[in-house]
């Protein structure tokens, strides 16, 4: 397989060309893929690398959009997408789940409160899907993916090959890992707790509340923008005191009840959406001396000037 014509037949109508990204990110908007494929299970994905390594063509992968902005010129390659047999729950051990890294967290949170299994509640806060949360070492209200997880199982693009990746072995900070970017996970192995169903639900619920109550909902975002210094110098804060709390940039606005939250208020671009985070990253500099770190991840080509 030597051409982007025999990748094109041979993978068929998991492979698309020209395909609207606008449909896979929370924010609603960038551009085109060059490629985009949807890997149904764990051999058709190293075959697509394979193919994919014969003719140079680069790849991405990408979850469900919830911290992704891709830009208005689209990605060049193509976009892997992991399909419907990535997002299995097995129960492997009273208190060990086996989850898809496509599985969406909120998911995996109801099984295992199904399944009387605690200290996994926080997940239920979490969007997107497993994968993005292990490498992003998401977490809320004093929990993250560093305190459940037990292993990953990742596909090297490099050698084409499948490993198992220990916990001791991933090196955590805050909101991320050392986990190399030639991995893509396709499962993770979590250990929750074995507590009542009723101290579960609870939890749960208050977590959900809370999360209510301090953060926009039913709007075109892709959450928190920017990485929290410390608890003591929340980026929300950093904000507010630059005075930036109002920017905007084009159709592009910050969220009056959450300034950490930047959002497509309808008609934004992309390009709306990048140059009020770089507006705003440059005020806060300017008026706190912090230089404030993205937790969204921004994708594509940049516009040729």
């Known amino acids: 397989m030597n051409s982007e014509s025999e990748i094109a037949k041979k993978f068929g109508d998991?492979?698309?060309?020209d395909v609207k990204l606008s449909n896979y990110s929370w924010f609603n908007l960038g551009g085109r893929a060059e490629y985009f494929y949807r890997a149904k299970g764990k051999k058709q994905l190293i075959d697509f690398l394979e193919a994919a390594k014969k003719i140079n063509l680069e790849s991405i992968i990408?979850?469900?959009?919830?911290?992704?902005?891709?830009?208005?010129?689209?990605?060049?390659?193509?976009?892997?997408k992991l399909g419907k047999d990535f997002s299995e729950?097995?129960?492997?051990?009273?208190?060990?789940?086996?989850?898809?890294?496509?599985?969406?967290?909120?998911?995996?949170?109801?099984?295992?409160?199904?399944?009387?299994?605690?200290?996994?509640?926080?997940?239920?806060?979490?969007?997107g899907?497993?994968?993005?949360?292990?490498?992003?070492?998401?977490?809320?209200?004093?929990?993250?993916?560093?305190?459940?997880?037990?292993?990953?199982k990742a596909i090297d693009k490099n050698k084409l090959l499948e490993t198992e990746i220990k916990k001791e072995d991933i090196k955590f900070f805050y909101r991320g890992t050392n986990l190399s970017d030639n991995l893509i996970i396709i499962s993770a192995k979590l250990k929750g707790k074995i507590k009542k169903r009723e101290e579960i639900e609870k939890k749960q619920s208050?977590?959900?509340?809370?999360?209510?109550?301090?953060?926009?909902?039913?709007?075109?975002?892709?959450?928190?923008?920017?990485?929290?210094?410390?608890?003591n110098k929340k980026a929300w804060m950093l904000i507010k005191e630059a005075g930036c709390d109002n920017l905007k940039e084009g159709d592009a606005i910050i969220s009056q009840k959450h300034c950490n939250f930047f959002v497509n208020n309808g008609k934004a671009k992309s390009t709306d959406i990048e140059n009020l985070i770089n507006k705003v990253k440059k005020k806060v500099h300017e008026k706190t001396g912090v230089n404030l770190e993205l937790e969204i991840k921004i994708v594509g080509e940049k516009k040729k000037i």
Do not use: W
């Open 14 to 17: 998991n492979l698309k060309r």
């Open 62 to 80: 990408v979850g469900a959009g919830s911290n992704t902005l891709f830009r208005d010129d689209g990605v060049k390659g193509a976009v892997i």
């Open 89 to 127: 729950i097995k129960l492997i051990e009273k208190d060990t789940l086996e989850v898809g890294a496509a599985t969406l967290d909120r998911n995996i949170a109801n099984f295992a409160k199904e399944h009387n299994l605690g200290n996994l509640e926080f997940l239920s806060c979490i969007p």
């Open 129 to 152: 899907s497993l994968g993005g949360a292990i490498i992003m070492n998401s977490g809320c209200y004093d929990n993250d993916m560093s305190q459940v997880l037990v292993s990953v």
């Open 206 to 231: 208050e977590f959900i509340e809370r999360k209510k109550l301090s953060q926009p909902s039913q709007i075109k975002t892709c959450g928190s923008t920017f990485k929290n210094i410390d608890k």
